[in-house]
């Protein structure tokens, strides 16, 4: 099982994901787009990242925007997993 990390743990790593917040016992980005196509890619990428690392978020998708929420439920909160992920979607270049 993956271990929870600590609220000072969390704190630190959040300073390294530009944007993301946490949100009770998550962490949360919320990213907008020109249009919904380019959402849609978006979406699609996430979803390749969260097949490939067998660990999936919350998403929220609008037309031109798209909430990326991290937990990990089987620890009760947030893991260096859900950063690991979080990381890999920054990595996708999207723009705020």
Known sequence: ?????????????????????L???????TYSFKDYHRTMAFVNAVAWIAHQSNHHPDLEVGYNKCVVKYSTHDAGGITATD???????EALGAKK
């Open 1 to 21: 099982m993956p271990t929870r990390l600590s609220a000072e743990e969390v704190d630190q790593r959040l300073t390294r994901l530009p944007d993301w917040a």
């Open 23 to 29: 949100a009770g016992a998550s962490i949360v980005k």
């Open 83 to 89: 950063f690991e992920c979080a990381a890999r979607v």
